[in-house]
């Protein structure tokens, strides 16, 4: 099976604007979980979707935004970037985003903001 | 106050010693601790994980889990050069569908 492909995998933004990250989960896993990962504050949960619902959500600013699609594909939006916002994140796929159930992390998508 | 510390580092040790890494939290209704491996320009992949309290071997691997104390562990025997890495600590509550992680611990493991 082809593991969790993200795209893109780097990307440079200047403050203001708005980016779009991609993410394709394993086959047949309905669950994605989206994380920030900074030096300073680690691995940071954004928010999690199962069968194109949001069942959680981290302590994030409204600017981070997600959405999931009828092929379990994710997608994530982060509007009005800070330089702040620079980050590698991930995402993970499960099956059905139950502890009990591994994630599987993609690559990443490593976001500079200027 | 982080409801999972981990102590980022990093830690070096030489090759074939034994290394523990840790974690504390404050929740006590996380039930689920695993142990991610990261290694740089990749994503982490899960190393070990735990139900509820106890130990849990596989190969040179050991996870700890001490409820009472709301702390865990990772020990690493016979550590390889390959072993170096970032090692995340993460947490998950019974129902939930979410994971806390910890900072993560970068290891060299010197030749």
């Known amino acids: 099976k082809a593991g969790v492909t993200q795209t893109p995998r780097y990307l440079i933004k200047t403050r203001g604007q708005q980016v779009t990250l991609s993410c394709s989960p394993i086959?047949?896993?309905?669950?994605v979980s989206w994380y920030q990962q900074t030096p300073g504050q680690g691995l940071q949960f954004l928010f999690e979707?199962?069968?194109?619902?949001?069942?959680n959500k981290g302590n994030f600013p409204g600017r981070f935004s997600g959405r999931q699609f009828s092929n379990s594909r994710s997608e994530m939006n982060v509007s009005t970037l800070e330089l702040g916002d620079s980050a590698l994140y991930l995402c993970?796929?499960?099956?059905?985003?139950?502890?009990?159930?591994?994630?599987?992390f993609g690559p990443g998508t490593r976001l500079t903001v200027l | 106050q982080k409801e999972v510390e981990q102590d980022p580092g990093p830690l070096s040790v030489p090759e074939g010693a034994i290394v523990s890494l840790n974690c504390t939290y404050s929740?006590?209704?996380?039930?689920?601790f695993m142990w991610y491996r990261q290694y740089s320009r990749k994503g982490p992949e899960l190393l070990m994980y735990?139900?509820?309290?106890g130990n849990k071997e596989d190969g040179r691997f050991t996870a700890q889990v001490d409820k009472s104390s709301k702390y865990i562990s990772l020990f690493i025997r016979d550590s390889q050069p390959s072993d170096s890495a970032t090692y995340l600590c993460?947490?998950?509550?019974?129902?939930?569908?979410?994971?806390?992680f910890g900072a993560g611990t970068r290891l060299f493991v010197k030749a």
């Open positions: 086959s047949g896993h309905r669950s």
């Open positions: 735990t139900y509820s309290s």
């Open positions: 993460a947490m998950a509550k019974t129902g939930g569908f979410k994971t806390i």
């Open positions: 993970a796929s499960s099956e059905d985003g139950t502890p009990v159930n591994t994630q599987y």
């Open positions: 929740n006590s209704a996380f039930q689920y």
């Open positions: 979707y199962f069968s194109e619902t949001q069942r």
